[in-house]
T-cell receptor, first 114, second 115 residues
Framework: AQSVTQLDSHVSVSEGTPVLLRCNYS??????LFWYVQHPNKGLQLLLK??????LVKGINGFEAEFKKSETSFHLTKPSAHMSDAAEYFC????????????FGGGTRVLVKP | EPEVTQTPSHQVTQMGQEVILRCVPI?????FYWYRQILGQKVEFLVS????????KSEIFDDQFSVERPDGSNFTLKIRSTKLEDSAMYFC?????????????FGSGTQLSVL
């Protein structure tokens, strides 16, 4: 079985300050991990993915995430938040053991204050 | 960037009625998916579809649900007799390659409300 826990349902940051969105996963097989973002009235957009290559993954819009197997974590960071980063973010796991379907975390809603 | 299009954005129906949710995947994609998110819960997998047949489905996807690719562009999800608990946001997704291809493109969703 696989599961994903996003530790914060809401995160509020000031524009220009760092963003940290926490994600822990559970998977009985070598997982692939993803972060998706959903802006209002838009589809889910892939930010970045980890697929057993480099553990530090760079994505779009200045986001990056680090895969830490020992901590079963895949936290998403950005050094400086922008107003356009206000959205909902989903951490997602996929593994062959689970039939390759995506398992989503509960989502973290990010608010960016001016 | 190409987009997956879902219509309608909102659908309201009476319990027991049939609904069809429509999706236009990206044109050169071959794999299609439906996910849903009940309010306050996680996004969950419903079904995947390839080569005109279901390749995988979850336990949620019972006999009340069906999917179809009626022509070369549309991919539909039908709920035969809706229940209150079917109220959710339904997301369609597509990918060019199969399960080993990680990049799924998602639509913006159809919010289904069953009264």
């Amino acid at each position: 079985a696989q599961s994903v826990t996003q530790l914060d349902s809401h995160v509020s940051v000031s524009e220009g300050t760092p963003v940290l969105l926490r994600c822990n996963y559970s998977s009985s097989y070598s997982p692939s991990l993803f972060w998706y973002v959903q802006h209002p009235n838009k589809g889910l957009q892939l930010l970045l993915k980890y697929t057993s290559a480099a553990t530090l993954v760079k994505g779009i819009n200045g986001f990056e995430a680090e895969f830490k197997k020992s901590e079963t974590s895949f936290h998403l960071t950005k050094p400086s938040a922008h107003m356009s980063d206000a959205a909902e973010y989903f951490c997602v796991v996929r593994s062959k053991a689970a039939g390759n379907k995506l398992t989503f975390g509960g989502g973290t809603r990010v608010l960016v204050k001016p | 960037e190409p987009e997956v299009t879902q219509t309608p954005s909102h659908q309201v129906t009476q319990m027991g009625q049939e609904v069809i949710l429509r999706c236009v995947p990206i044109s050169n994609h071959l794999y299609f998916y439906w996910y849903r998110q009940i309010l306050g819960q996680k996004v969950e997998f419903l079904v995947s579809f390839y080569n005109n047949e279901i390749s995988e489905k979850s336990e949620i996807f019972d006999d009340q649900f069906s999917v179809e690719r009626p022509d070369g562009s549309n991919f539909t999800l039908k709920i035969r007799s809706t229940k209150l608990e079917d109220s959710a946001m339904y997301f369609c997704a597509s990918s060019r390659q199969g399960p080993t291809n990680e990049k799924l493109f998602f639509g913006s969703g159809t919010q289904l409300s069953v009264l």
